[in-house]
């Protein structure tokens, strides 16, 4: 597998950079709580008697790069709604505008002042009147979110089950999509041409706005089982995440939107995250194909990486002593990125509901120059179409995004924004998924090893998502294991050619078919222990090697190849040493009290050496030895060695066990006998 860019990305916060003293809401369980366009942070406050939220500068008064702002117990808030505030959403591009939504089915847009501070509290006072509302819901608005390309326009959800388009500019609604229940999430894609919808029937509904006219309804895939709520999120072009529970574990799954029929499965399968009846939070950079999972009361926020093969890489685990309830990251065009310092984006989390603190995602890399690859192009704060070029542009779901180059900024020069070429490079090469709904089961013996990836680790159960990565490795070890496999074969097939030309026995037969040469005979003498006796061959061997020399028997096509080591002959009742011990009878003596001829050398074992021909202790076996040994011979051969040698091995052990034991006690008696003297 190659190795990610982005697999040393870590999560960094500083004590200077958080703003506290704040009253956030505790009231809107579904909520990230707090939004974020770069230069200003979003709040949804603690308010009775309606609805609140709170709009705060990101630089602190001295405009000091240290990001720690107290916020004032007094300063303007922005009020007007009748109920509980639920959402709140920037206006891609206008920083200067922001849409806020509640539970008294009312939609709010607001502009906030130019010069607008939370420290002069003298001249302001809360904001109650928006510049418009949208008022066509019934019921309460769960939801907003800004489309990426076009100007004004708006979608919202609510719970009178419909997902309303919105002309923010007229305060019109464009389309109207009817549910069979209420939406609890929705996300537009990279170019804003599909709008994904979560229902409370466990739908995942994908909706296309391309061409003119009414949006489609093209996809409808069954999502999670719990009827809790669902959140999505899309990815780059053509893919979507969804968080959701089965029972009381929370997991997540990919769908591609292009190559999979309606009602198939998740390409990735349902991953198990942890258990917890909060629920996940699910963000993504489309620039980057990143993934997070911020969950509601965790300490932790999950990063993965949508590779361009369909594969899912956890990148890092972001931990801390404090859990959140609300999440948000900040835009890509916002500029807020230091760029310099190799920072990739930046998140914003909410601690204890009195304060928020920034957390920089960092990507380490050991050159100071511009890396292209981890700052690819990202959307500009220009829009592409109006609200009404896009409602009646005839190919408006071919469009793409206005982008502007990392590196200007990195170099410091004037921004320029240009078309995108094309779509983010890691969400091109998406996995194709088989449409078909029945697969046919596949013997194992037909696998093929070439084409090991996600989609054929898809367990019938869902997999937690922390051992994805190790299934990934397994199989592939699995393909270059079986990868190698003809390379074994064909070492196989050559030892049998030998084999063959050698004329070595088949294991299968009993009887040896070799031709039988005459042997001298190797007396081996047993004695025991105690009383063994080192017995010199009449030629010593001259050297370590040659005491261990095997005994090579004639061949008639002049073929020579050593046997095997020879087997060691086990003696029925007693055990030999490798070197016969002498043992006195009244003197005390060591495992290495070995009795050594001056000039002569013995072998392991008292081995009577023939004149001609030199063997070791147990070589000869009978007289019908074979010419060669085939593979397998020769590892029966050797294992019943090491069986011997062990048995060998333990009878020395306890042999010197009991001869300490008599030394010990004679001793004693020596001891004695010259105590009465």
């Known amino acids: 597998m190659k190795v990610s860019k982005f697999n040393n990305v870590y999560g960094e916060t500083k004590a200077y950079k958080k703003f506290t003293g704040l009253k956030l809401s505790n009231t809107a369980p579904d909520s990230t709580l707090v939004k974020s366009n770069g230069k200003y942070l979003s709040c949804i406050w603690v308010s009775r008697g309606g609805g609140a939220f709170a709009i705060i500068p990101m630089t602190n008064p001295k405009n000091s790069k240290d990001l720690h702002i107290k916020v004032p117990d007094i300063f303007p808030l922005f009020r007007g709604h009748k109920d509980q505030v639920l959402d709140v959403d920037f206006d891609p591009f206008d920083q200067q505008?922001?849409?806020?939504?509640?539970?008294?089915?009312?939609?709010?847009?607001?502009?906030?002042?130019?010069?607008?501070?939370?420290?002069?509290?003298?001249?302001?006072?809360?904001?109650?009147?928006?510049?418009?509302?949208?008022?066509?819901?019934?019921?309460?608005?769960?939801?907003?979110?800004?489309?990426?390309?076009?100007?004004?326009?708006?979608?919202?959800?609510?719970?009178?089950?419909?997902?309303?388009?919105?002309?923010?500019?007229?305060?019109?609604?464009?389309?109207?999509?009817?549910?069979?229940?209420?939406?609890?999430?929705?996300?537009?894609?990279?170019?804003?041409?599909?709008?994904?919808?979560?229902?409370?029937?466990?739908?995942?509904?994908?909706?296309?706005?391309?061409?003119?006219?009414?949006?489609?309804?093209i996809k409808t895939f069954t999502t999670h089982p719990s009827p809790k709520n669902s959140k999505c999120c899309f990815i780059g072009m053509n893919e979507v995440m969804t968080v959701g529970f089965n029972g009381p574990e929370r997991q997540f799954a990919l769908w591609n939107v292009d190559e999979q029929e309606s009602d198939s499965k998740p390409y990735t399968g349902f991953m198990n995250v942890d258990v917890s009846p909060s629920v996940m939070l699910p963000f993504a950079d489309k620039s980057l194909n990143i993934l997070l999972l911020a969950g509601k009361g965790?300490?932790?926020?999950?990063?993965?990486?949508?590779?361009?093969?369909?594969?899912?890489?956890?990148?890092?685990?972001?931990?801390?002593?404090?859990?959140?309830?609300?999440?948000?990251?900040?835009?890509?065009?916002?500029?807020?990125?230091?760029?310099?310092?190799?920072?990739?984006?930046?998140?914003?989390?909410?601690?204890?509901?009195?304060?928020?603190?920034?957390?920089?995602?960092?990507?380490?890399?050991?050159?100071?120059?511009?890396?292209?690859?981890?700052?690819?192009?990202?959307p500009s704060f220009e829009p592409t179409l109006s609200a009404d070029e896009w409602i009646t542009h005839k190919s408006r779901g071919e469009l793409l995004p206005l982008v502007f180059s990392f590196k200007d900024l990195y170099d410091g020069n004037e921004l320029s924004f240009t078309t995108a070429s094309s779509v983010p490079s890691s969400t091109l090469n998406t996995p194709k998924v088989d449409k078909s709904e029945k697969k046919a089961k596949t013997p194992e013996s037909k696998i093929n090893t070439n084409d090991l990836s996600i989609k054929q680790i898809t367990p019938s159960t869902p997999t937690p998502a922390h051992?994805?990565?190790?299934?990934?490795?397994?199989?592939?070890?699995?393909?270059?294991?079986?990868?190698?496999?003809?390379?074994?074969?064909?070492?196989?097939?050559?030892?049998?050619?030998?084999?063959?030309?050698?004329?070595?026995?088949?294991?299968?037969?009993?009887?040896?078919?070799?031709?039988?040469?005459?042997?001298?005979?190797?007396?081996?003498?047993?004695?025991?222990?105690?009383?063994?006796?080192?017995?010199?061959?009449?030629?010593?061997?001259?050297s370590e090697v040659e005491r261990?020399?095997?005994?090579?028997?004639?061949?008639?096509?002049?073929?020579?190849?050593?046997?095997?080591?020879?087997?060691?002959?086990?003696?029925?009742?007693?055990?030999?040493?490798?070197?016969?011990?002498?043992?006195?009878?009244?003197?005390?003596?060591?495992?290495?009290?070995?009795?050594?001829?001056?000039?002569?050398?013995?072998?392991?074992?008292?081995?009577?050496?023939?004149?001609?021909?030199?063997?070791?202790?147990?070589?000869?076996?009978s007289l019908s030895t074979p010419k060669t040994l085939s593979i397998k011979q020769s590892v029966e051969k050797l294992s019943g060695l090491v069986l011997d040698l062990t048995t060998i091995i333990e009878g020395l052990k306890k042999a010197n066990l009991e001869k300490d034991e008599r030394l010990k006690a004679l001793e004693m008696k020596v001891d004695q006998l010259m105590t009465k003297k």
């Not at 229940?181 to 170019?191: A, E």
């Not at 050559?494 to 005979?521: H, Q």
């Not at 222990?529 to 080192?534: I, P």
Request: hydrophobic share 25%; proline share 6%.
């Open 548 to 621: 261990k020399e095997t005994l090579t028997p004639p061949s008639k096509q002049g073929y020579k190849e050593p046997v095997a080591e020879a087997d060691v002959k086990t003696p029925s009742k007693k055990t030999a040493t490798e070197a016969d011990v002498k043992t006195p009878s009244k003197k005390t003596a060591t495992e290495a009290d070995v009795k050594t001829p001056s000039k002569k050398t013995a072998t392991e074992a008292d081995v009577k050496t023939p004149s001609k021909k030199t063997a070791t202790e147990a070589d000869v076996k």
């Open 97 to 217: 505008r922001c849409v806020s939504c509640s539970n008294d089915s009312d939609i709010y847009v607001w502009d906030i002042p130019q010069d607008f501070s939370i420290f002069d509290n003298d001249e302001q006072t809360d904001f109650q009147e928006p510049v418009r509302k949208l008022d066509k819901h019934t019921k309460k608005v769960l939801q907003v979110l800004y489309h990426p390309l076009a100007k004004d326009i708006l979608a919202s959800t609510s719970m009178d089950k419909t997902v309303k388009i919105w002309n923010v500019a007229s305060g019109d609604v464009i389309y109207s999509l009817d549910h069979p229940d209420w939406v609890t999430s929705i996300s537009f894609n990279y170019n804003g041409k599909y709008l994904a919808t979560c229902c409370k029937d466990k739908k995942l509904r994908i909706y296309s706005f391309e061409g003119e006219g009414e949006p489609t309804l």
């Open 467 to 542: 051992r994805q990565r190790d299934l990934i490795k397994k199989y592939e070890k699995e393909e270059e294991s079986l990868g190698k496999e003809n390379k074994i074969n064909k070492l196989l097939a050559k030892a049998s050619n030998l084999d063959d030309i050698n004329n070595a026995e088949d294991p299968s037969k009993n009887n040896s078919t070799g031709d039988d040469e005459e042997w001298d005979i190797i007396e081996t003498n047993t004695k025991g222990v105690e009383n063994a006796q080192v017995k010199t061959p009449s030629k010593a061997p001259n």
């Open 298 to 378: 965790d300490s932790t926020i999950k990063l993965y990486e949508r590779l361009p093969n369909g594969e899912l890489n956890l990148l890092t685990d972001f931990t801390s002593n404090e859990p959140q309830k609300g999440f948000c990251i900040s835009p890509r065009f916002s500029f807020n990125t230091d760029v310099h310092k190799n920072e990739i984006f930046r998140g914003y989390r909410t601690l204890n509901d009195k304060a928020v603190e920034e957390i920089s995602f960092k990507c380490p890399l050991k050159t100071d120059k511009f890396q292209e690859d981890i700052y690819p192009d990202g």
